[in-house]
């Protein structure tokens, strides 16, 4: 019933940019709560940063600083603005909604991207 389809990895050199979008369909009621995780080969999955829906962020320490996270509610879309960017920021990067369905408003789901790759290299 959802989709969320990302865009904007690819490769870049150290201290470089990328902008990731991540666009929500569906049958959604109403999007509480939309992030941005990452995993690197070998290593755990691990928040990014996240947005709700007023407003309210979260960064992981690494990224503090470096990173903006944004959302357009209106287009259900999230952004994250990633600015000097490190070689450990290489990961594949997946969007994530926390969200309630039209059919079935008592509850919340968890919806994933099928994720991009961020790729931090010279």
């Known amino acids: 019933q959802v989709q969320l389809v990302e865009s904007g990895g690819g490769l870049v050199q150290p201290g470089g940019s990328l902008r990731l979008s991540c666009a929500a369909s569906?049958?959604?009621?109403?999007?509480?709560?939309m992030g941005w995780y990452r995993q690197a080969p070998g290593k755990e999955r691990e928040l990014v940063a996240a947005i709700t829906s007023g407003g309210s962020t979260n960064y992981a320490d690494s990224v503090k600083g470096r990173f903006t996270i944004s959302r357009d509610n209106a287009k259900n879309t999230v952004y994250l603005q990633m600015n000097s960017l490190k070689p450990e920021d290489t990961a594949v990067y997946y969007c994530?909604?926390?969200?309630?369905?039209?059919?079935?408003?008592?509850?919340?789901?968890?919806?994933w991207g099928q994720g991009t790759q961020v790729t931090v290299s010279s």
């Open positions: 569906g049958s959604i009621f109403s999007i509480n709560t």
């Open positions: 994530n909604a926390v969200l309630q369905l039209n059919r079935n408003r008592n509850r919340e789901y968890n919806y």
